[in-house]
């Protein structure tokens, strides 16, 4: 392994002093409008306006759409809504776990250790 430092010196920009301000020079001038435009601007709060204008639209848009469909499908409900299943059922849980869910209570040691232990005691 060589212990001595990499020379990079070849690799500086700034060795030919003339490229280097040919290059500067040409980017501020394709960045010009840019900059201008963005010195234009009045507040950030405009430009954040700018940006968030068609997710505004987009979001009333929606809004109306979601009211529409509830304003049709809400009086078209004949008798009462069948009841829904509990979260227990709708998710296929074992009894124990609903019950835990149903009583809003942490299981005991021994409510976990029969839960885990599905396999029916085989090693």
Do not use: K, Y
């Amino acid at each position: 392994m060589d212990e001595r430092p990499i020379d990079l010196t070849p690799l500086d920009p700034a060795l030919d002093r003339e490229a280097w301000e040919r290059r500067v020079a040409a980017i501020m001038v394709l960045a010009a409008p840019e900059l201008a435009r963005r010195a234009a601007a009045a507040s950030p709060a405009l430009v954040l306006l700018g940006w968030f204008r068609p997710a505004l639209a987009a979001a009333a848009v929606l809004s109306i759409c979601a009211g529409a469909s509830l304003a049709l499908l809400g009086g078209q409900a004949e008798g009462p809504l069948e009841e829904t299943p509990i979260a227990a059922e709708a998710l296929h849980l074992p009894t124990p776990v609903g019950i835990w869910l149903e009583d809003d209570q942490a299981p005991s040691v021994a409510d976990l250790a029969l839960a885990v232990d599905v396999g029916g005691g085989r090693p």
